[in-house]
């Protein structure tokens, strides 16, 4: 089944504390992008990746990290987490970039 | 900034009408539109894709891009209770220097009462 898998889906943790949201996809997309969810915000982009080793900024990178080593997976990384980073987190991936984007189940983080 | 606005809701209906969601961008070389719907608490899917002026119809959806006014449109017809949800537009300027960026609407929320 074509997806793509976000882990996790759930996490409360303290600020500060260092922590990776992964992502995966199995349908060799070439394109993975990032999106925080705000209550009358929609849906922000974060950072997003056009191919392997090629990452670049969306609207709200700040406080955020992300690598694509290989083409599957592309893990988003709060170094020091803090409670504005509350959100919920969606992961997404395409043929291209002016192709539909898939989206993960999504991954709601508190940050306490 | 590149913005994306659609029309404020909620937007409410009865069954069996027509619903109409709008949505203006504001960068004019913009390529690849797209609606998304999003069920509460549940990752936003596709409904529509449309690259050229005109309408494209898809069962009961119909898509309608207006590249010279800046707008794009979805049309639900026969509503159903089963199309209450909050309806994204997603705009892909598709060149340049922000080549991979996809700018979303804040949502309209579209409740249809039977």
């Known amino acids: 089944e074509a997806q793509v898998t976000q882990n996790p889906r759930y996490l409360i943790t303290v600020t500060g504390k260092k922590l990776t949201v992964t992502c995966s996809q199995n349908?060799?997309?070439?394109?993975m992008s990032w999106y925080r969810q705000d209550p009358g915000l929609g849906l922000r982009q974060i950072y997003y990746s056009m191919n392997v080793e090629a990452t670049d900024k969306g609207d709200v990178p700040e406080g955020y990290k992300v690598s694509r080593k290989e083409k599957r997976n592309f893990p988003l990384i709060l170094e020091s987490p803090s409670p504005n980073q509350t959100s919920l987190y969606f992961c997404?991936?395409?043929?291209?970039?002016?192709?539909?984007?898939?989206f993960g189940d999504g991954t709601r983080l508190s940050i306490l | 900034q590149k913005e994306v606005e659609q029309n404020s809701g909620p937007l409410s209906v009865p069954e069996g009408a027509i619903a109409s969601l709008n949505c203006t961008y504001s960068d004019r070389v913009s390529q690849s539109f797209f609606w998304y719907r999003q069920y509460s608490g549940k990752s936003p899917e596709l409904i529509m894709s449309?690259?050229?002026?005109g309408d494209k119809e898809d069962g009961r959806f119909t898509a309608q891009l207006n590249k010279a006014s800046q707008y794009v449109s979805l049309l639900i017809r026969d509503s159903q209770p089963s199309d209450s949800a909050t309806y994204l537009c997603?705009?892909?300027?598709?060149?340049?220097?922000?080549?991979?960026?996809?700018?979303f609407g804040r949502g309209t929320q579209l409740t249809v009462w039977p």
């Open positions: 997603a705009v892909n300027q598709g060149r340049g220097s922000t080549l991979g960026r996809l700018y």
């Open positions: 449309i690259y050229s002026n």
């Open positions: 997404a991936s395409s043929l291209g970039t002016d192709q539909p984007q898939h």
């Open positions: 349908m060799n997309h070439e394109y």
